[in-house]
């Protein structure tokens, strides 16, 4: 095997195998078809192949989570009281905007048009690999993220509380 056959291989080799709690790492730029289609990332595909919940992001993105992953992260909302406003609010948003998708034979999932609108998501994506789950954004908000980070716009200081 060439060397260019090598990378391919490694770079669609699975963070971790079946049953095991994945670790999405990276970034990919994929096209969204004009039905609304993505491919995902060849190397994550098996993690979600029996089903995901793709659902509204904080900032203009998407989350895209294993089936095991959001029960997690479902358990832990429900978990918030019923009588605090900011936990009703946050239901709402979190799962009132969440569609189930299953990838095609072709490893791709149908973003149903309001998160496309949500997330300005117009013929490109960019993945991001966020540990537990993926983020999807669009190209152009992608770039202001970085371009906070790369300019300076957030200092070394900014991350101090999070103790990491």
């Excluded at 999405?24 to 289609?37: T, V």
């Excluded at 998708?101 to 960019?126: C, F, K, N």
């Excluded at 537990?132 to 993220?145: G, H, N, V």
């Amino acid at each position: 095997m060439g060397t260019r056959g090598r990378r391919k291989a490694e770079a669609e080799r699975p963070v971790a195998s079946p049953g095991e709690t994945p670790m999405f790492l990276g970034e990919y730029r994929h096209g969204i078809d004009a039905k609304g289609r993505m491919f995902l990332p060849a190397r994550y595909r098996h993690f979600f192949a029996a089903g995901a919940v793709l659902t509204r992001g904080l900032e203009p993105c998407l989350y895209l989570f294993t089936l095991p992953e959001w029960h997690r992260v479902a358990e832990r909302i429900r978990q918030l009281p019923l009588t605090a406003p900011e936990a009703r609010e946050w239901r709402r948003f979190f799962f009132g905007g969440a569609f189930d998708v299953v990838p095609d034979e072709q490893g791709r999932i149908l973003i149903p048009a309001s998160l496309r609108a949500y997330a300005g998501l117009e013929g490109q994506a960019v993945i991001v690999g966020v540990h537990t789950y993926l983020e999807i954004w669009s190209p152009s908000a992608w770039q202001e993220i970085l371009e906070r980070f790369q300019n300076g716009r957030i200092p070394p200081e900014h991350w101090i509380g999070l103790q990491v």
